[in-house]
């Protein structure tokens, strides 16, 4: 009876994660947007974070500069990072530089999408759309897969 508990969890947990690793990329100009994710929100929280792959393979530089979703009231584009022991988290106001040749990961302890004011918290096996607008290349709808609260999207995707 254990063993068939726990082949049906791990099976299930296999289709979750086949679901979210099938995520497409998807393209806007000469930009690539791959492997997106947002972490699962504890309940009451007002607040996501959301992290994507971004590769430019154009010859011009572009920038992320504007993000929208049903799901939150106002999405901005952060950094987070350390100062001397305090975590410093603040809007990008002027956007996100994405090089031309480059690629530009957002990620948990950097560069991320963060949803504010949700009105439903992210449960894991959901998934989030969004909008990002980028000052060249235009806009495209992204679907971000819903992870686990401490999902570092390693196990969320295949690079």
Known sequence: MLKRAFALAAFGLASLLSSIALADDVKVGNLTISAPYVRAMVPGAPVGGGYVTITNTGDTDDRLIAASSPRAATVQIHEMK??????????LSDGLPIPAGK?????????HVM???????FLQGQ???ATLKFEKAGSIEVDFPVGSIAAKGETLHVK
């Open 82 to 91: 350390m100062d001397n022991d305090v975590m410093i988290m603040r809007e």
């Open 103 to 111: 690629t530009v990961e957002l990620k948990p302890g950097g560069y």
């Open 115 to 121: 949803f504010l004011k949700v009105a439903e918290p």
């Open 127 to 129: 998934t989030v759309r």
